[in-house]
Nanobody, 128 residues
Framework: QVQLVESGGGLVQAGGSLRLSCAAS????????MAWFRQAPGKEREFVAA????????AYADSVKGRFTISRDNAKNMVYLQMNSLKPEDTAVYYC?????????????????????WGKGTLVTVSS
């Protein structure tokens, strides 16, 4: 079992920034992909960004490219999502995701079906 706990969500004005964090614990040995997904009210959960074990490969949804940056610290079992130039349409619950093995690019294609473990989410609200 793997436990994921997100933090860093909140209310921010359009154009502002937030940094989300996700702490992983449990059976986190071996290589694994970490990712962020989001779900807005009335919409399906969608892929945001993913990063592979060595941080050598990342993948982003087109809607966040150039604005969001995913990173990880394996020594601390942490993954981060730096969100800049936030827009009201970024408002959603953001979920941390864990996939044993795989690649960041594959996570972006397969989406939620490829996720082995989910966090409970953290709410990000961007006001206009």
């Amino acid at each position: 079992q793997v436990q994921l706990v997100e933090s860093g969500g909140g209310l921010v004005q359009a154009g502002g920034s937030l940094r989300l964090s996700c702490a992983a614990s449990g059976r986190t040995f071996g290589s694994y992909v970490m990712a962020w997904f989001r779900q807005a009210p009335g919409k399906e959960r969608e892929f945001v960004a993913a990063i592979n074990w060595s941080s050598s490969s990342t993948a982003y949804a087109d809607s966040v490219k150039g604005r969001f940056t995913i990173s990880r610290d394996n020594a601390k079992n942490m993954v981060y999502l730096q969100m800049n130039s936030l827009k009201p349409e970024d408002t959603a619950v953001y979920y941390c995701a864990f996939q044993k093995g795989g690649t960041a690019q594959a996570m972006g294609v397969i989406g939620p079906l490829g996720v082995d473990y989910w966090g409970k989410g953290t709410l990000v609200t961007v006001s206009s």
